[in-house]
């Protein structure tokens, strides 16, 4: 499995370096997993593997990813290659990749909502007057 970080200019910096994309076609060409998040499927169009393919990335970028079915979603299977937003989505972009890696993800992902919840009760509630005081 070959995973591509996002973010500028980390991304670029991937784009730019031919040994990169030569890896990247590499793992396509040997239908292994490539997994791209925020800016780094970029990475994959400049590698040329993204034509027809079901694509998301960090928005604004459909347009640099020309070629490909852009979607929204958070996170996207298209084959071998898994893309992901963004900033708001890297919990759900590894509990896939540890998925395909054939780990059970269930008790974690729940055992991190609790923990959110817990930390969060009534941070929306608004307090009295007394209280405040």
Sequence with gaps: MLILPGGLPGAANLAADERVIDLV?????????????CAAP????????IDGRIITAYSGYETKLLGCHFVENNVVIDNN??????????????????EILRKDTTELRERMLIIWLEENKGTNERMSENESN
Excluded: D, E
């Excluded at 970029?42 to 593997?49: C, F, H």
């Excluded at 290659?81 to 919990?91: C, F, K, N």
């Design 25 to 37: 076609k590499y793992f396509n060409k040997q239908n292994k997993f490539i997994v791209a998040i």
């Design 81 to 98: 290659i898994i893309t992901s937003r963004g900033l708001a989505t890297p919990y759900p972009f590894a509990y896939k990749i540890a």
């Design 42 to 49: 970029t990475v994959l169009a400049k590698a040329g593997i």
